[in-house]
């Protein structure tokens, strides 16, 4: 299947800082890729959709202002956790459709912030 | 978008045939079924996607009838391996959105 990276894939930073994760496709393009987060012994919960050359769509209840979204190319989205708080701590994933006729998603390897 | 309900968990042991369900009422005329695989700490891992009726592939079995209302992910002689969490977001057209529902916890045994 289709390969995505994330980087970095663990992250430890102090609360007010900001931090960035990277997503990319590696062996495909990807306009539109998918931003997830996922608590401790909970399912993954859809944060924002990411456009390339527009702006992102953010589901309800996320703040846009919290987590800014950038797609800068057809193979990297980047996600920054702004002011980062001790409840932003959580597994952060991405996904993106690999294309053709039935666009399987293909899942990121995942990103862990700590916020301490 | 459609909500899927599936159960909490199941048990089994090894080289046992494990069939999850899942319950999709409400899925919509061009979605397609997906089943995703997630390890503690890992993003979820693609198992199989259908339409409708049977798909098959070197890991997986899927069954679609044909209300489409469900399906059943089945997993042939699992392994210790196989413990892990199953979803099966319904994979809609359009947007191309996954929404993930509770998933089902599997616990394959000695």
């Known amino acids: 299947g289709a390969v995505v990276s994330q980087h970095p894939s663990r992250v430890i930073c102090k609360s007010g800082t900001s931090v960035k994760i990277e997503c990319r496709s590696l062996?495909?393009?990807?306009?539109?890729m998918f931003w997830y987060r996922q608590f401790p012994k909970q399912s993954l919960m859809l944060m924002a959709t990411?456009?390339?050359?527009?702006?992102?769509?953010?589901e309800q209840g996320v703040e846009k202002d919290k987590f800014l979204i950038n797609h800068a190319s057809l193979t990297l989205s980047t996600l920054t956790v702004t002011s980062a708080h001790p409840e932003d701590s959580s597994f952060y994933i991405c996904?993106?459709?690999?294309?053709?006729?039935?666009?399987?998603?293909?899942f990121g390897p995942g990103t862990r912030l700590t916020v301490l | 978008l459609a909500k899927t309900t599936q159960p909490i968990s199941m048990d089994s042991y090894e080289g046992q045939e494990v069939n999850i369900t899942c319950s999709h009422n409400?899925?919509?005329?061009?979605?397609?079924i997906t089943w995703y695989q997630q390890f503690p700490s890992q993003g979820p891992r693609f198992i199989i996607q259908g339409y409708k009726t049977k798909v098959t592939n070197e890991v997986a079995s899927l069954f679609i009838p044909a209300d489409r209302k469900s399906s059943t992910l089945s997993l042939p002689r699992v392994s210790l391996s196989d413990t892990a969490v199953y979803y099966c977001?319904?994979?809609?057209?359009?947007?191309?959105?996954?929404?993930f529902g509770a998933g089902t916890r599997l616990a394959v045994h000695p």
């Open positions: 996904s993106a459709p690999s294309g053709g006729g039935t666009d399987t998603q293909y």
């Open positions: 977001p319904p994979l809609g057209g359009g947007y191309n959105k996954l929404i």
């Open positions: 062996d495909f393009q990807a306009t539109t």
């Open positions: 990411s456009n390339e050359g527009s702006k992102a769509t953010y």
């Open positions: 409400n899925i919509a005329t061009n979605d397609y």
